[in-house]
């Protein structure tokens, strides 16, 4: 089993000409409401991509709270570790503008009230096998989580934490140390390491853990681990209509692949496929690809 300790946010997406100028009223061309959230995303596109997923997270009183869930549930993922708490869920106010610049606000809500794991989450996490973390929760919580599952590793059937560094900020070091594989893409990369250069990024990175993957968007992906292996995974060439949560269904999928045992090459040949697949349609959960599908392309 995989789970996912995250952030599920509704996105509030207006389209629009030109983005509003303080004081200035718009009318919008269209607007939509997508569950998103990087924790929900992940966990989508992980149970889509094959894995038995839990969900641990938070989602508010307001109406946005079951369609939320509704959300996760719909794509297979166990919702029974989400709780409900009092005021607003977390959103996504985005507004989109023609040619695609966007311009977001992230209001955390719920998920701003997640101190840490619970004793249910504890128990979740102990008989997964990997550990799906990003940073839209308070950094406190991301990290005993981390150290829930690191504290466990040792042991045969310990979770392997997969960090998403995202937004990125610094990483305390008890983080680090708990965590197996973090995969930044290439500007989170840059922030962690202090170097532009992807392939030094992953050097620096890799002496903070035993494993990178620095996702660098129509460029594929690099790998590497501390027992000397470097990889590059090009992008399956596809015509990329939304790369919204690209980086997030490449994660994953990397998680669906680890847990079934593939090695660091096919692995990384999964879940590009699985992340070309998505850039393919519109939309951020609603673009992720179903197992079949992303067989078929890794065969092709
Ligand atoms: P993020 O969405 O976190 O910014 P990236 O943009 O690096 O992450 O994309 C993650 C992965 O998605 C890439 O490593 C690649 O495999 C795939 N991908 C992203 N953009 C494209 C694209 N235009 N064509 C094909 N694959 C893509």
């Keep these: 089993m995989i789970s996912v300790f995250g952030s599920a946010n509704m996105d509030l997406v207006a389209y629009v000409a030109q983005a509003p100028k303080p004081g200035e009223t718009i009318t919008g061309r269209a607007f939509r409401s997508i569950p998103g959230g990087k924790g929900a995303n992940q966990a989508i596109a992980a149970a889509r991509a094959g894995g038995r997923v839990a969900?641990?997270?938070?989602?508010?009183?307001d109406a946005f709270g079951p369609g939320l869930r509704a959300a996760l549930a719909g794509a297979g993922v166990d919702t029974s570790g989400v709780r409900t708490v009092p005021g607003p869920s977390g959103v996504a106010h985005i507004v989109v503008q023609d040619g695609g610049d966007n311009s977001i606000i992230v209001v955390p809500g719920a998920n701003g009230a997640l101190t840490g794991p619970s004793a249910e989450d504890a128990e979740t996490i102990g008989r997964s096998r990997a550990l799906l973390l990003q940073l839209e929760l308070p950094m406190e919580a991301v990290v005993d989580a981390a150290c829930l599952a690191g504290a466990v590793t040792g042991a045969a059937t310990g979770a392997e934490v997969i960090l998403t560094p995202a937004p990125a900020?610094?990483?305390?070091?008890?983080?680090l140390a708990a965590v197996g594989v973090i995969v930044p893409n290439?500007?989170?990369?840059?922030?962690?390491?202090g170097r532009d250069d992807p392939c030094d990024a992953l050097e620096a990175l890799l002496e903070l853990v035993p494993e990178a993957v620095v996702t660098l968007g129509a460029r594929g992906a690099l790998y590497g681990s501390r027992d000397g292996v470097r990889l590059h995974e090009p992008a399956v060439p596809v015509r990329a209509v939304d790369t919204t949560a690209a980086g997030d269904t490449f994660a994953g999928a990397l998680a669906v692949a680890r847990t079934e045992g593939l090695g660091p090459e096919r692995a990384l040949r999964f879940a590009s496929a699985a992340a070309a697949l998505s850039v393919r349609r519109e939309g951020a959960s609603t673009s992720m690809p179903h197992r079949p599908d992303i067989d078929r392309l890794v065969r092709d």
């Design 169 to 175: 900020v610094p990483l305390p070091a008890e983080l």
């Design 55 to 61: 969900f641990l997270g938070a989602v508010g009183d």
């Design 186 to 193: 290439e500007h989170e990369a840059a922030v962690l390491t």
